[in-house]
């Protein structure tokens, strides 16, 4: 009797069950462990006479074994590969990222909103510049200022645009910027009160002022132009005409 080990555990069994894992004792043990404790006799003598144990008794005690060798493995191979100052380690770069992201996030929500209400600033990587019709784009333009976003655009004398002397023999200065549309409906209804001739008024607007200059705004794009002075009225509708600016 002293040899008999369990069945499903290995463990050494001395009673009915075994005392590691709750199997049923081996058939064995049966007779036994029968003569020895009487008042017990029913189920152990059943099964020490090969009749078919509980299956409910049988996976409990197949649970028992496994968990009985699994988890001290699993505990096992966890402190062996991973010591308790890497898990401290791994849980600070945790709480760190956790921050930093948490820090980022309320930053991006504090940036101010960009000029112009979301507008790009002109002269920049796509400013106006290239929204500019193809007669204007042999304009040479410096950085736009960073105070009001208006860059200063020059169109040589030389120009075929303004053949015919339409500046006098002088270059053009072209006043550039893109703006929101509410500051833009704005300037344009401005440029109506102060009564020069409005040569279109749709979602382009142009006019030419008092002093012989274009006024002109693109509803549309945000995109807003003023010239320099023309040598009369006449010759600025035909700048207008030749810059593309109506389309």
């Known amino acids: 009797?002293?040899?008999?080990?369990?069945?499903?555990?290995?463990?050494?069994?001395?009673?009915?069950?075994?005392?590691?894992?709750?199997?049923?004792?081996?058939?064995?043990?049966?007779?036994?462990?029968?003569?020895?404790?009487?008042?017990?006799?029913?189920?152990?003598?059943?099964?020490?006479?090969?009749?078919?144990p509980d299956p409910k008794?049988?996976?409990?005690?197949?649970?028992?074994?496994?968990?009985?060798?699994?988890?001290?493995?699993?505990?096992?191979?966890?402190?062996?590969?991973?010591?308790?100052?890497?898990?401290?380690?791994?849980?600070?770069?945790?709480?760190?990222?956790?921050?930093?992201?948490?820090?980022?996030?309320?930053?991006?929500?504090s940036l101010p909103a960009?000029?112009?209400?979301?507008?790009?600033?002109?002269?920049?990587?796509?400013?106006?510049?290239?929204a500019l019709p193809g007669p204007l784009a042999t304009a040479v333009c410096e950085p736009p200022d960073q105070a009001n976003g208006v860059e200063r655009c020059v169109i040589a004398a030389s120009d075929p645009l303004l053949s015919g002397g339409i500046t006098g023999g002088g270059e053009l200065l072209l006043r550039v910027q893109v703006v929101a549309p509410v500051e833009l409906t704005q300037t344009v209804r401005k440029w109506r009160s102060t009564g020069g001739s409005v040569v279109s008024d749709g979602m382009v607007f142009a006019s030419i002022s008092a002093s012989s200059s274009v006024l002109y705004a693109d509803t549309d794009s945000g995109l807003r132009i003023d010239t320099g002075s023309f040598a009369n009225k006449a010759a600025a509708q035909t700048f207008l005409s030749r810059s593309g600016l109506l389309g």
Not at 2 to 24: E, F, I, M, Q
């Open 57 to 109: 008794a049988v996976a409990a005690s197949v649970m028992g074994a496994i968990r009985s060798r699994m988890v001290p493995e699993a505990e096992r191979l966890v402190l062996d590969k991973h010591p308790a100052w890497q898990w401290r380690a791994a849980g600070a770069v945790l709480v760190a990222a956790v921050l930093l992201l948490a820090f980022l996030m309320i930053r991006s929500c």
């Open 114 to 130: 960009p000029p112009g209400g979301g507008f790009t600033t002109p002269g920049l990587a796509d400013g106006p510049a290239p």
């Open 1 to 52: 009797m002293a040899g008999l080990n369990c069945r499903y555990c290995g463990h050494s069994v001395s009673g009915a069950v075994c005392a590691h894992c709750g199997a049923p004792a081996p058939a064995d043990l049966g007779p036994a462990v029968a003569a020895a404790s009487p008042g017990s006799a029913g189920p152990q003598e059943e099964h020490g006479r090969g009749s078919v």
